[in-house]
């Protein structure tokens, strides 16, 4: 009966956590968010003392249910390992073995430095529920959006406006490399093994297992019962009972309630302890290269360029824009500050899910590695969203309304006059004033080879850097105007 | 006239005769068959049954009241992705046009991008000579086709794309559109000598019957009339229907009622050629509650045949464009002239009333002729005017946050927007250069409505209180 609440619980855990990173439309976070907040690590960065306490009660009361239930990676191992024991035979395939507690904490420790020291890349590979958003946003969320994009697509034919589709680009091809070889290497441990990775690289599995040590409620042999079968030991995907001795390893039991289920002599019970040891393999965690790609967009073929209309029809070929060079990156408003991002983002990717203007996407570089950053190519930071803030479960983007958004300065623009429309087309433009929510951009007339001309100036202190001029610029692949971001955030 | 009337008249006989034997026909198979005849009753409304009614011209030709306009011919993917014209459905549309009394058919060099000419002229030399009357334009719209030499050589390729040694009707296209629009004809058609070399053309049996189309400014046309003893217009084409007829000019002030326009033609006795009588399918896609008022009068008319049979009620009306992209279209207006019945005094009246009603509602008068295009900036305008058409038409444009269907609009509105107009297509990225301006036939502030209608998309992406 545990085994089946906890499986449920799980499943259902499980499926909301997936979709939160499936759905662009951002519907179901307004309800289900909540579910990313109570994540161990991320409510650990975002200071959040009541979940972190709460989850530390949990541990201290029933062991790591967090593990069995909550985490989202833990599932998936399970869910694996589940379709592993279909196989002929290998129902019950485990077997004890003994802690590998040098590497545990080997890389704990190791964890804890890079935490503190700020090496943010090291982190969150090792973050386990951003670990699995990765996998989702990267390897399922393009086959979610295109199914939704071929449901959209016979919404059309039926003039249904039930679905709407959805841009599917590769963000970051390093982020994906990552997400694919985590998602290669946990699987096939946990195939192999069951709970693995969990005992042996968490760092999350590991502090609540010095935790569980200690736990109120627990699972327990009943010597007087027992005949010493093994067949629980041989169903523990954590590999901690020691059938011969009657032992199990309570730091990396995650009270599955699988052995209770399995005993045939009802010897083992799920409750107060009547009575208590550890192993591994190793795992070549996937090493952060520096692999700066510049996802500059397959080039459609011609320019635009303001040819004379001879013929009726058609459409003018449109260049997709590049990246510029931005001296610094820009960050979501609610960010505060490059170091703020750097130190609380697990890198679990729910912002870039659920950024519904393809502006927030995996950063390539060393120091942020897979961290949100922004760019303008597809879209632009809009004034009446902020999803990413609502979303991030770590405290790395704060959550902000509306007002304070569109007040925060997270960058400015800057104007590159050599690509400007109206001196390299010889036609007046405009747009970036146009569009600009803060009325930061003036056009100001000025005398340029004997023709007047009106070009853009911006006013850098009402400049929020939302990046609208950018996105709009007519002038491709590069904008004459593009957003340079800043180190810290601030009101204007 | 009198001939003509009992044309008709005779013509109205031979279509009662037919579908008396056709519905004799109808019950005697469902009585054969036993078969319950309301499954085939519904097709008599697409299938056009009886005979074509003819116009003469002032050289006594016979012309069919449904002209074939070349503007819309239907595209297909090449291998390549791009969209190219589809020849084979050209092909079919032109036969089927021909076997139901179709015989004229009017293209441009400007056309589908520049290809109307030669895929018109491939599927109509398919059939003699005889059968068909050709009607193509010289369309220096661009400055720099206004010399005489490249005004001449657009003139010449037209015979060689349309595969013919002589062109039935000759227009010079475009009349009166541009800022400054009688320079710009003098510009394109009197200082390098082009109109007195297609009267010269004319002269020499190149040319059949000489005319002009206008739209725009009036003074243009006022003048090229005041002229005709000169000129000898053999046909003027204009744009005339039922919206057009009072209020053209309340819809655009720079554009002149149709009533003027036709009346001036009818008083010099020069056939008119009408253009745009359904406004680019405005006068079919119209809202909901004029649907409701069409339908209620006659369940079994398409809304759109009302707009043909208005044209075609003006007896100094030769024959009527339409730009028939798809075979049901072609079937429905057949159906409308084979043969005409033209309206009465009441149904006139009805017609103007409706137009009254349609005035309410705010769509811009876009018939999507697609002049405006390639918008150099990338700008799908046509789409974009059309779908703000569509959203007027459906009552998905909420007039105020506080409307009662807001919700659903505004959804209709953004998600129908995506669809319709790719993102680096739409409104907000109009620089407002207004290159595309002078090429409007309707004369719509482009740049103006751009912005517009991206205000109004960006009042509903942000929820903003309007």
């Known amino acids: ?374 760019s ?40 590159v006059r050599e690509n400007c429309i109206p001196l390299t087309d010889g036609v007046s433009c405009g747009n970036c004033a146009r569009h600009c929510p803060t009325g930061a951009i003036q056009m100001i007339k000025e005398i340029v080879n004997g023709k007047e001309v009106e070009l853009p100036v911006v006013n850098t202190e009402r400049c929020i850097g939302c990046g609208a001029c950018e996105n709009l610029c007519p002038s491709r692949p590069f904008s004459a105007i593009y957003v340079e971001g800043i180190e810290h955030h601030r009101t204007i | 006239m009198d001939k003509e009337n009992h044309k008709e008249k005779r013509n109205i006989n031979r279509r009662d005769f037919l579908k008396i034997v056709g519905a004799g026909t109808l019950s005697a198979t469902a009585l054969l068959y036993g078969c319950d005849n309301k499954n085939t009753a519904g097709s008599n409304t697409l299938q056009p049954s009886g005979t074509m009614t003819y116009r003469t011209n002032l050289h006594g030709e016979q012309v069919s009241l449904l002209g074939y306009g070349c503007m819309r011919w239907p595209t297909r993917k090449d291998e390549n992705g791009k969209s190219v014209l589809d020849q084979e459905t050209i092909n079919q549309l032109v036969d ?33 000579r005889d059968k068909y009357f050709i009607a193509t334009k010289l369309s220096n719209f661009s400055p720099s086709t206004w010399s005489r030499e490249a005004s001449m050589s657009m003139y010449q390729n037209s015979f060689k794309e349309l595969q013919v040694d002589y062109i039935d009707y000759m227009l010079l296209h475009g009349i009166g559109m541009g800022n400054d629009a009688m320079k710009e004809f003098e510009a394109r058609y009197i200082d390098n000598g082009m109109l007195e070399f297609l009267l010269e053309e004319r002269k020499a049996g190149r040319i059949r019957n000489l005319g002009f189309s206008y739209h725009g400014d009036i003074r243009v046309f006022d003048y090229l009339l005041s002229r005709n003893d000169y000129y000898q217009w053999d046909f003027v084409q204009i744009q005339l229907n039922y919206l057009d007829w009072h209020h053209a000019k309340e819809i655009n002030r720079r554009n002149t009622n149709a009533e003027y326009l036709y009346q001036e033609l009818e008083k010099r006795h020069i056939p008119a050629i009408i253009m745009e009588p359904l406004l680019g399918g405005r006068l079919s896609k119209v809202h909901d509650h004029i649907v409701a008022r069409f339908k209620q009068r006659e369940p079994d008319r398409s809304v759109a045949s009302w707009a043909f049979r208005f044209a075609g009620s003006f007896p100094g009306v030769l024959t009527v464009l339409s730009g028939m992209t798809y075979m049901d279209h072609l079937q429905d207006n057949l159906t409308s002239y084979c043969p005409l019945q033209p309206l009465t005094d009441e149904e006139f009246d009805f017609l103007y009333e409706t137009a009254n009603l349609m005035m309410q509602y705010p769509s811009i008068p876009c018939n999507d002729c697609k002049y405006c295009m390639p918008c150099p900036y990338g700008i799908d305008i046509p789409a974009i005017l059309l779908h703000y058409n569509k959203c007027v038409n459906e009552g998905n444009l909420p007039e105020s946050s506080q409307a009662e269907n807001y919700r659903e609009a505004r959804r209709a509105f953004l998600v129908g927007y995506d669809r319709s107009v790719p993102r680096l297509r739409q409104a907000s990225h109009c620089i407002g250069c207004r290159q595309c301006e002078p090429h409007c036939p309707q004369n719509i502030r482009i740049a103006r409505e751009m912005q517009r209608i991206d205000h109004f998309v960006e009042n509903l992406k942000q929820g903003n209180v309007f």
């Open chain 1, 1 to 374: 009966m545990l085994r089946k609440i906890r499986i449920a619980a799980a499943l259902i855990c499980f499926l909301l956590i997936t979709l939160l990173f499936l759905d662009f439309t951002g519907s179901l976070h307004t309800w289900f968010g909540w579910l990313a907040k109570i994540q161990f690590l991320p409510a650990v960065l975002a200071l959040n003392v009541a979940v972190v306490a709460a989850l530390v009660v949990l541990t201290l009361v029933c062991g790591r249910v967090y593990c069995s239930v909550i985490c989202p990676l833990g599932v998936f191992q399970d869910i694996v390992s589940k379709v592993s024991s279909l196989r002929r035979r290998k129902k019950h395939r485990f077997s004890y073995s003994p802690a590998l507690s040098w590497l545990r904490y080997g890389v704990l420790v190791l964890f804890v430095i890079a935490l503190v020291a700020g090496i943010s890349s090291f982190v969150v590979l090792l973050a386990p529920y951003s670990s699995y958003g990765r996998m989702v946003q990267n390897l399922l969320a393009p086959l979610y959006g295109w199914g939704n994009n071929a449901l959209a697509y016979m919404a059309e034919r039926v003039e249904s406006y039930a679905f709407y589709s959805t841009d599917v680009w590769l963000k970051s091809l390093p982020t994906s490399l990552v997400a694919l070889l985590s998602c290669i290497i946990v699987a096939i441990l946990a195939w192999r093994n069951g709970r693995t990775y969990c005992n042996t690289l968490c760092p999350v599995g590991t502090v609540l297992g010095l935790l569980s040590r200690y736990a109120w409620l627990k699972p327990r042999i009943d010597t007087t019962k027992c005949n010493r079968c093994g067949l629980c030991a041989r169903s523990c995907k954590s590999s901690c009972i020691d059938a011969k001795t009657h032992r199990i390893d309570y730091s990396r039991c995650v009270s599955c309630m699988d052995c209770v289920e399995v005993c045939t002599q009802k010897a083992i019970s799920y409750g107060r302890p009547l009575k208590t040891a550890p192993r591994t393999e190793k795992e070549d965690g996937p090493t952060a290269r520096r692999q700066f790609l510049a996802t500059a967009g397959i080039l459609m073929a011609g320019a635009i360029e303001a040819q004379e209309k001879k013929v009726d029809g058609g459409l003018a070929p449109i260049i997709d824009k590049k990246i510029p060079h931005r001296a610094t990156p820009i960050v979501p408003p609610g960010a505060e500050s490059l170091q703020n991002l750097r130190q609380h983002c697990t890198a679990c990717q729910l912002c870039v899910s659920v950024c519904p203007n393809q502006v927030l996407r995996p950063s390539g570089k060393l120091a942020s590695f897979m961290q949100p950053e922004m």
């Open chain 2, 96 to 128: 089927y046009a021909m076997e139901h009394g179709v015989n004229y058919f009017d293209t441009s060099p400007a056309y589908c991008k520049g290809e109307s000419e030669r895929a018109t002229g491939i599927a109509l030399s398919r059939h003699p």
């Open chain 1, 376 to 415: 303008y190519e597809r879209g632009y930071c809009r004034p009446e969203c902020t999803k990413c803030s609502e979303v991030c479960p770590a405290g790395a983007i704060h959550l902000l309304t509306r007002e304070e958004k569109s007040a925060t300065k997270i960058g400015y623009a800057v104007v």
